[in-house]
Protein backbone atom coordinates (compact mmCIF):
# COMPACT_ATOMS: atom_id res chain seq x y z
CA UNK A 1 0.00 0.00 0.00
CA UNK A 2 3.00 2.32 -0.44
CA UNK A 3 1.80 5.49 -1.38
CA UNK A 4 5.45 6.36 -3.34
CA UNK A 5 7.40 3.73 -4.00
CA UNK A 6 11.07 3.52 -5.56
CA UNK A 7 13.48 1.28 -6.64
CA UNK A 8 16.65 0.19 -6.19
CA UNK A 9 16.41 1.19 -1.90
CA UNK A 10 20.02 0.53 -2.10
CA UNK A 11 22.57 0.74 -5.15
CA UNK A 12 26.34 0.26 -5.33
CA UNK A 13 27.79 0.77 -8.33
CA UNK A 14 31.39 1.63 -10.07
CA UNK A 15 32.18 4.89 -11.94
CA UNK A 16 31.45 5.38 -15.18
CA UNK A 17 28.31 2.82 -14.87
CA UNK A 18 24.75 3.70 -16.18
CA UNK A 19 21.85 3.04 -13.39
CA UNK A 20 18.34 3.86 -13.21
CA UNK A 21 16.10 4.20 -10.74
CA UNK A 22 11.91 3.65 -10.75
CA UNK A 23 9.56 5.46 -8.82
CA UNK A 24 5.69 4.75 -8.82
CA UNK A 25 3.05 6.56 -6.78
CA UNK A 26 -0.87 5.39 -6.29
CA UNK A 27 -2.11 8.55 -5.32
CA UNK A 28 -3.96 9.84 -8.23
CA UNK A 29 -1.25 12.76 -8.43
CA UNK A 30 -0.64 14.80 -11.65
CA UNK A 31 3.33 16.15 -10.20
CA UNK A 32 5.93 14.40 -9.27
CA UNK A 33 9.85 15.24 -8.15
CA UNK A 34 12.94 14.20 -7.89
CA UNK A 35 14.81 15.31 -5.34
CA UNK A 36 18.44 14.76 -4.24
CA UNK A 37 19.83 14.79 -0.24
CA UNK A 38 23.74 14.83 -0.08
CA UNK A 39 25.41 13.89 3.18
CA UNK A 40 24.80 16.75 4.90
CA UNK A 41 21.21 16.17 4.78
CA UNK A 42 20.36 19.14 2.19
CA UNK A 43 17.89 18.45 0.11
CA UNK A 44 17.31 20.18 -3.61
CA UNK A 45 15.09 19.99 -6.38
CA UNK A 46 16.65 18.16 -9.56
CA UNK A 47 13.18 17.25 -11.62
CA UNK A 48 9.69 18.40 -11.49
CA UNK A 49 7.01 16.51 -13.86
CA UNK A 50 3.23 18.03 -14.13
CA UNK A 51 1.56 15.28 -16.54
CA UNK A 52 4.11 13.92 -18.64
CA UNK A 53 5.31 17.32 -18.87
CA UNK A 54 8.93 18.92 -17.43
CA UNK A 55 8.43 21.71 -15.64
CA UNK A 56 11.39 22.18 -13.40
CA UNK A 57 14.86 21.04 -14.62
CA UNK A 58 17.14 22.71 -11.71
CA UNK A 59 20.91 22.33 -12.77
CA UNK A 60 21.99 19.50 -12.84
CA UNK A 61 24.32 17.88 -15.67
CA UNK A 62 22.96 16.31 -18.24
CA UNK A 63 23.93 12.92 -16.98
CA UNK A 64 20.87 12.86 -15.43
CA UNK A 65 18.03 12.23 -17.08
CA UNK A 66 14.46 11.92 -15.87
CA UNK A 67 11.15 10.31 -17.85
CA UNK A 68 7.96 9.72 -17.47
CA UNK A 69 6.22 7.17 -19.32
CA UNK A 70 2.67 8.38 -18.03
CA UNK A 71 1.22 10.65 -14.57
CA UNK A 72 1.88 7.63 -12.14
CA UNK A 73 5.76 7.25 -13.13
CA UNK A 74 9.16 9.48 -13.28
CA UNK A 75 12.13 7.62 -13.23
CA UNK A 76 15.77 8.65 -13.31
CA UNK A 77 18.52 7.50 -15.40
CA UNK A 78 21.94 8.66 -14.91
CA UNK A 79 25.00 8.09 -17.68
CA UNK A 80 28.62 7.59 -16.76
CA UNK A 81 28.17 7.86 -12.66
CA UNK A 82 30.43 9.95 -10.82
CA UNK A 83 31.88 9.81 -7.25
CA UNK A 84 29.98 12.82 -6.60
CA UNK A 85 26.98 11.37 -7.49
CA UNK A 86 26.83 9.27 -4.13
CA UNK A 87 23.43 10.41 -2.48
CA UNK A 88 19.95 9.66 -1.53
CA UNK A 89 17.66 10.39 -4.67
CA UNK A 90 14.25 11.11 -3.29
CA UNK A 91 10.83 10.49 -5.53
CA UNK A 92 7.86 12.47 -4.33
CA UNK A 93 4.63 13.44 -5.59
CA UNK A 94 1.58 15.99 -5.20
CA UNK A 95 -1.17 17.49 -6.75
CA UNK A 96 -1.84 20.81 -8.33
CA UNK A 97 -1.13 23.74 -6.75
CA UNK A 98 -4.72 25.20 -7.73
CA UNK A 99 -5.72 28.82 -6.33
CA UNK A 100 -5.67 29.47 -2.55
CA UNK A 101 -6.14 25.74 -1.65
CA UNK A 102 -2.83 23.83 -0.11
CA UNK A 103 -1.21 20.66 -0.65
CA UNK A 104 1.20 18.20 0.46
CA UNK A 105 4.25 16.81 -0.58
CA UNK A 106 4.38 12.81 -0.08
CA UNK A 107 8.00 11.30 -0.59
CA UNK A 108 9.10 8.02 -1.29
CA UNK A 109 12.02 5.80 1.07
CA UNK A 110 14.71 6.90 -1.12
CA UNK A 111 17.28 5.42 -3.21
CA UNK A 112 20.92 5.27 -1.60
CA UNK A 113 23.28 5.17 -4.09
CA UNK A 114 26.95 4.73 -3.84
CA UNK A 115 29.15 5.01 -6.43
CA UNK A 116 32.73 3.79 -5.92
CA UNK B 1 13.26 33.06 -6.73
CA UNK B 2 12.01 31.25 -3.21
CA UNK B 3 14.28 30.34 -0.51
CA UNK B 4 14.06 28.75 2.77
CA UNK B 5 16.60 29.15 5.70
CA UNK B 6 16.62 27.30 9.25
CA UNK B 7 18.55 29.12 11.78
CA UNK B 8 19.53 26.23 13.90
CA UNK B 9 22.19 23.23 12.19
CA UNK B 10 22.41 21.43 15.15
CA UNK B 11 19.98 21.72 18.37
CA UNK B 12 21.02 19.21 21.51
CA UNK B 13 18.60 18.73 24.38
CA UNK B 14 17.76 16.92 27.14
CA UNK B 15 14.64 14.87 27.02
CA UNK B 16 11.60 17.31 28.58
CA UNK B 17 13.29 20.41 27.58
CA UNK B 18 10.86 22.96 25.15
CA UNK B 19 11.82 23.25 22.02
CA UNK B 20 11.72 26.26 19.29
CA UNK B 21 13.42 25.62 15.60
CA UNK B 22 13.34 28.73 13.74
CA UNK B 23 12.19 28.94 10.11
CA UNK B 24 12.37 32.02 7.58
CA UNK B 25 11.09 32.02 3.84
CA UNK B 26 11.57 34.68 1.09
CA UNK B 27 8.72 35.06 -1.06
CA UNK B 28 6.50 37.82 -1.83
CA UNK B 29 3.55 35.78 -2.93
CA UNK B 30 1.08 33.42 -0.95
CA UNK B 31 2.80 30.50 0.26
CA UNK B 32 1.86 27.29 1.73
CA UNK B 33 4.54 26.32 4.75
CA UNK B 34 5.42 22.68 6.02
CA UNK B 35 7.48 21.09 8.18
CA UNK B 36 8.63 17.50 7.38
CA UNK B 37 10.56 15.36 9.98
CA UNK B 38 13.41 12.64 8.64
CA UNK B 39 14.19 9.92 11.40
CA UNK B 40 17.39 8.73 10.82
CA UNK B 41 17.53 6.21 7.73
CA UNK B 42 13.99 6.93 6.75
CA UNK B 43 12.28 9.28 4.31
CA UNK B 44 10.28 12.68 4.90
CA UNK B 45 7.19 12.32 6.74
CA UNK B 46 5.09 15.45 7.28
CA UNK B 47 4.67 16.99 11.05
CA UNK B 48 2.26 19.81 10.13
CA UNK B 49 1.12 22.44 7.86
CA UNK B 50 -0.10 25.84 7.02
CA UNK B 51 -2.08 26.62 4.03
CA UNK B 52 -4.38 29.77 5.56
CA UNK B 53 -6.90 30.44 8.60
CA UNK B 54 -5.42 30.15 12.01
CA UNK B 55 -2.25 30.85 11.99
CA UNK B 56 -0.92 28.56 14.59
CA UNK B 57 -0.97 25.03 13.53
CA UNK B 58 -1.00 21.93 15.58
CA UNK B 59 0.48 18.67 14.42
CA UNK B 60 1.38 15.07 14.91
CA UNK B 61 3.09 14.36 17.74
CA UNK B 62 2.64 17.18 20.10
CA UNK B 63 4.25 19.63 17.39
CA UNK B 64 2.84 23.00 16.43
CA UNK B 65 3.96 25.75 14.31
CA UNK B 66 3.09 29.88 14.07
CA UNK B 67 3.05 31.55 11.18
CA UNK B 68 4.25 35.17 11.43
CA UNK B 69 3.29 37.12 7.88
CA UNK B 70 5.31 40.15 8.49
CA UNK B 71 8.50 38.07 9.92
CA UNK B 72 8.42 35.69 7.33
CA UNK B 73 8.59 33.06 9.80
CA UNK B 74 7.16 29.50 10.58
CA UNK B 75 8.43 28.65 13.51
CA UNK B 76 8.02 24.96 14.85
CA UNK B 77 7.92 24.37 18.83
CA UNK B 78 7.83 21.40 20.81
CA UNK B 79 6.95 21.91 24.65
CA UNK B 80 8.99 19.13 25.90
CA UNK B 81 10.60 16.85 23.61
CA UNK B 82 11.64 12.88 24.09
CA UNK B 83 14.62 11.18 22.91
CA UNK B 84 12.55 9.49 19.98
CA UNK B 85 12.30 12.91 18.56
CA UNK B 86 15.66 12.97 17.48
CA UNK B 87 15.87 13.37 13.77
CA UNK B 88 16.05 15.99 10.82
CA UNK B 89 13.74 18.62 10.55
CA UNK B 90 13.23 20.34 7.25
CA UNK B 91 11.13 23.62 6.55
CA UNK B 92 9.13 23.57 3.43
CA UNK B 93 7.34 26.45 1.03
CA UNK B 94 5.22 25.45 -1.97
CA UNK B 95 4.23 28.30 -4.22
CA UNK B 96 3.33 28.67 -7.72
CA UNK B 97 6.46 29.08 -10.10
CA UNK B 98 7.12 32.24 -11.57
CA UNK B 99 5.87 31.17 -15.23
CA UNK B 100 2.44 30.94 -13.61
CA UNK B 101 2.57 27.06 -14.49
CA UNK B 102 3.68 24.18 -12.04
CA UNK B 103 4.63 24.74 -8.38
CA UNK B 104 7.51 23.91 -6.88
CA UNK B 105 8.39 22.66 -3.07
CA UNK B 106 11.54 24.69 -1.20
CA UNK B 107 13.66 22.80 1.48
CA UNK B 108 15.16 24.66 4.28
CA UNK B 109 18.71 22.81 4.96
CA UNK B 110 18.25 21.10 7.64
CA UNK B 111 18.12 21.37 11.34
CA UNK B 112 19.23 17.78 13.29
CA UNK B 113 17.76 17.50 16.74
CA UNK B 114 19.53 14.90 19.38
CA UNK B 115 17.62 14.64 22.60
CA UNK B 116 19.15 13.11 25.36
CA UNK B 117 18.23 10.30 27.44
Known amino acids: DTAVSQTPKYLVTQMGNDKSIKCEQN?????MYWYKQDSKKFLKIMFSYNNKELIINETVPNRFSPKSPDKAHLNLHINSLELGDSAVYFC???????????????FGEGSWLTVV | AQSVSQHNHHVILSEAASLELGCNYS??????LFWYVQYPGQHLQLLLK??????LVKGIKGFEAEFIKSKFSFNLRKPSVQWSDTAEYFCAVNARLLNNYGQNFVFGPGTRLSVLP
Open chain 1, 92 to 106: ASSIPLEGRSGNTIY
Open chain 2, 27 to 32: YGGTVN
Open chain 2, 50 to 55: YFSGDP
Open chain 1, 27 to 31: LGHDT
